[in-house]
Each structure stands twice: as C-alpha cells, then as structure tokens.
C-alpha cells in the first residue's frame, strides 16, 4: 500500500462485490488517481443480467436464470462518473443465459445510476443500470442452441437487443451455413449482409439437391443461395430465410434468380424439437421467389413473377406470366406447375388468357386437291412459318432424347400452310442440347410428330380436312386422316375411314373401313 501515490497492490485474491456484479480473481493492482483496479489471474465476473436476447430473441422469465458470468487471464476495471469500464484479456469466455461466447479481448461498459458516483478508490454498494455495450475483439465463437457463429469482432448493445458481427462473420445451422461480409442480430432476428468488395452473403443448405425438380442430381448434393441481404427471423415451428438484392439459388444442374426469395424450413417434428433446437433447417418447407423470377432446368429456362418451390414435394408453382423457353421453342400460359420429369400449362378463361405454345417451324405440307393437274409435283415456294398451338391446358413430359406437349381444350394449331382445330394434340419433338450466348445449356427441338383427337378440322388454303383423328409427319411431309375422314376443296369432296396425304404429290389416298365406304363427290357441271 502506497497511500502518498493512491496506489496499492497484492498477491493475494480479491472480492469486489457491487450492485449488480461479483469480481473475483488473484493478484491485483489499484490506482486511485486514475480510478482503476486491475485483476492479474483467473478473473471472473458474475453480472445480474443477460445480453443473450440480441441473439435468441427470448426474454429470461427466470430472475435466477438472469446472469452473465465472465471469465479472463486478466482484467482492468475502471470507473468514472456514470458508468464501469471492463476490459478482460487472454482467454475470455463468456456464459449468459444459454449463449456461450469466447473471444481473445472483451470490453464491457456498465451504466451506474444518474443519481449516485462509485468511485473505485472507496467501493460503494451500488445498482448499475444495466450493460450497456459490449464489444469482443479476435477469434469470436458464440455458441446457441444449434446455432454457431464465428466472426473476428462482436458488438453488443443490450439496451436495444443488439448486436453487430464483423470481419466476414460465419453462421452454421442444422442443414445449413451462412457466410457474409457483416451481421446485424435484433431480438432475435438476424440480418447477413454482403457487400460490393467482397461479394454477396451465401446460405449453403445441406441435402436440397435440384430441390426436388432435377431427375440428374442428387438430393444428396448441397444448394447454395446468394444475395446482398439475408434475414433470419424464427417463429414457432419454422425459420424464414428471406434473400433480397440480387438473389440467387444454385442447387445441382438447377439455377433460380429473383429480386426476393424466401426459405421456409421446419424446425423439427415434435413440439419438443421446436423448443430444444430453436433454429435450424431440419427440412426445407418451401421456396417463394418474387419479381423477375428466372429458372433454368435440364436446358430450359423458366419466367414468371412469382414461383412457389416445394422441394420436399418435388414440385413447383409459377404465376404471373409464366413463360418457358426450350432453345427456340417456347411455352406460356395463366399458371405453370413443374414437376421432374414433367410440367403442366394452364390458361384461364375469366382472364381470357390461353396456353401459347411456340414450337419448331415444319416445313410445306403440300397442297391437296381431289382433281389434281397432269404436273404432279408442287414446286411453289412457301414462307415456312412458326408452328403456334393454343389451348387451355398443355402437359409437357421429358422422355429421355425426346418431349412430347399433350393439348386439351379448345386446340388450334397454326404453320406452314396449316391451321388445324381439335380438343386434344399431342406433340413429339426431338430434343438435343445446345448453348446460348450466355454459355447455359439449353434444349433446342424439332418437330417429328403431331396427332390430333376429336373434331379434327385441318385447313390448308381453300381446302378443308375433317376426322375422328389426324397424324401429322412434318419430317415426312405426310398425312393421315382416320375416322369419317373427309377432304373438301373447290373440285369436290373425298371421304372415307382412312385418308393419307403425302407432300407434293397433290394426290390423297382415300381408304375404306370400319362401315365407311371411300367416295368422292364432284361438282355439279354446268348446263
């Protein structure tokens, strides 16, 4: 003890007990002019309080429950007039509430009452108000639950439930990891964040594969969404992982951008799961992608403005003008339903809005005529023109090398010298896979097949084909008409059970059966 230098020091242990903290360690010194005392081993601090609810968002209830105990190497305490200041070095550890936090330095600054001073040089039982900051500096570990976080600083505000991580701050879940360029936690929710240096924040989601769309890729495999923002916000039963600014998903052979996506993950499957594992991403409920919405899938690509994933399910939902383009064919419709190996089409009529199918030019069918010219060869040149198929319902199903688009509803087809009409088509194209500009890979068609079912009505010029059904075979410029098949033009009408049409030749093979004899009927001649 110097008392003519207001100083003092000891080897021994030392007790401070204020009003809401007990310091205990071994070895300290004392400065009165300065008003700080330093404790030199095994210090340990024992706060009245917990910081915690910035992380989990849960209020302690428990008044026993409601503590923060500090552990260092070391520790300078000083005072002024509203408020204690700690400093803890080497080995800190931290255990308030159910949050565990190490890091290599600590500073805490607790708030005193506005009405009373506590001065160090005479130690007063006092109340502090509360911790007011707290800030961890090198290797920060905070462990929750099943929740981890690692970042190389940590900024605690206990007043506002508030916390600040820096230094490309890591979070690891069950099922899940998120890394960005910084983390803001409030009451519970936290916010990752990205940045334009370093890039956009990442959530990897463990076992999501293709999200349940992809026939080549595992579920096994890993999905990884980035964006420029992510918020963390926990509810009762399920975590919502919302990604806005630039995100996007990356899952297998599958990739998704939107302005907004939302991940809805269960927590687990037992009310006791829900309490004991606070947040993680046991199982991904549903994916919601919102505004400019992009997908590419097995070499298609998918817009709309809203999409509703479920990858437990395998199956999507997509709304608000869907669009699907294969190379340089193209489907569109009121709402898209994705499944693996398939996807339906619906129009709406209350909208007016039609299932609008975009497919592969085919090539001039040949005219037909019930008396045709001595030149039996058609030579015109004809504009080869898009096939356009529309209807109210379209079912589109991926068959290894080839794709076939079932119609129903109100058919019509337009093409080359062709506009057909029937309640149900069915379309084969052969698919193979080519890259775009943008290096993607995506499947480009071509027509081999079209048939036709109930009410066929196929119009080529001023001729009229009818029938039960009707093969088509673009490749092979070929027709055929079954079932009270009739061909119709100005020099007369040909009907039959069977009729085949083949490109060029002008001629139609007219075939009985089925109780139907082939005729054909001419034009009355003039008198």
């Given amino acids: 003890l110097r008392l003519d230098e207001n100083k003092a020091q000891s080897e021994e242990s030392i007790t401070i007990i204020g009003g809401n903290f007990h310091i205990t360690g071994n070895g300290w010194t004392w400065d009165g002019t300065t008003k700080e005392i330093s404790v ?19 209020a302690i209830e428990n008044k026993d429950e409601q503590k923060t105990v500090i552990t260092s190497k070391r520790l300078n305490l000083r005072t002024s007039e509203d408020s204690h200041n700690f400093n803890f070095l080497e080995d800190v550890k931290i255990d308030s509430s159910t949050m565990l936090l190490t890091a290599d330095a600590l500073q805490a600054i607790a708030t005193l009452p506005n009405n009373l001073t506590n001065s160090i040089s005479s130690p007063v039982n006092v109340k502090i108000n509360s911790l007011k900051e ?27 439930q508030l916390a600040h991580f820096g230094g490309k701050p890591e979070i690891e879940l069950k099922g899940a990891y998120l890394s960005g360029d910084a983390i803001r936690a409030q009451s519970g929710a936290i916010e990752l964040l990205g940045s334009d240096e370093n890039g956009r924040a990442q959530m990897l ?29 926990e509810n009762q039963n399920k975590n919502l992982f ?47 992608a919102e505004n400019n919405v992009r997908i590419i899938r097995d070499g298609q690509q998918a817009t709309c403005q809203n999409a509703l994933i479920y990858p437990l399910k395998g199956r999507a939902e ?13 489907v ?15 129009g709406n009529s209350g909208d007016n809005v039609n299932v609008f199918v975009k497919l592969p030019a085919m090539q001039e069918l040949g005219k037909i005529e019930i008396e045709p010219s001595n030149n039996t060869i058609d030579v015109r040149e004809v504009m080869v023109e898009e096939t356009i198929v529309k209807c109210m319902q379209l079912h589109i199903l991926d068959q290894l090398d080839q794709t076939l688009f079932v119609c129903k509803d109100a058919v019509k ?42 009410n066929v009505k196929i119009q080529q010029e001023d001729r009229i084909a009818m029938a039960n059904s009707a093969l088509i075979f673009p490749n ?13 033009d100005p020099s007369g009408t040909a009907s039959g059970h069977r009729i085949i049409i083949n490109q060029g030749e002008s001629r139609a093979q007219v075939e009985s059966g089925n109780g139907q004899r082939a005729k054909v009927i001419l034009p009355e001649l003039d008198n």
Avoid: W
């Fill in 476 to 488: 092979d410029g070929r027709i055929e008409l079954e079932g009270l098949a009739s061909v119709t």
């Fill in 242 to 288: 919302e990604f806005t600014d630039n995100a996007e998903v990356l899952s297998g052979d599958l990739q998704m951008e939107a302005k907004k996506i939302t991940v809805s993950a269960y927590k687990g499957s037992t009310s006791k799961e829900f309490i004991d594992q606070p947040i993680q991403v046991n199982k991904v409920e549903n994916i919601i």
């Fill in 40 to 58: 030199l081993m095994n210090t340990r601090v024992e706060f009245k309080e917990t910081f915690a609810e910035s992380i989990t968002g849960n």
């Fill in 332 to 346: 569109s419709g009121y709402r898209m339903e994705l499944l693996k190996n398939e996807s339906y089409v619906y």
């Fill in 413 to 454: 087809v337009t093409g080359t010298n062709l506009i057909a009409d029937c309640e149900r088509l069915e379309v084969t194209a052969l698919s193979d896979s080519i890259t775009n500009s943008k290096s993607e890979q995506m499947t480009n068609m071509k027509i081999v097949k079209i048939k036709a079912d109930e």
């Fill in 318 to 330: 997509l709304f608000g003008n869907p669009h699907i383009s294969f190379g340089e064919s193209s």
């Fill in 134 to 160: 707290i800030r961890a500096r090198g290797g920060v570990f905070i462990e929750h639950s099943d929740r981890k976080i690692r970042a190389d600083a940590a900024d605690f505000f206990p007043f506002k």
């Fill in 205 to 233: 989601l463990y076992e999501t594969g293709g999200l349940g769309l992809e026939e080549t890729t595992s579920i096994s495999t890993d999905t990884i969404v980035l964006a420029y923002k992510i918020l963390i916000l």
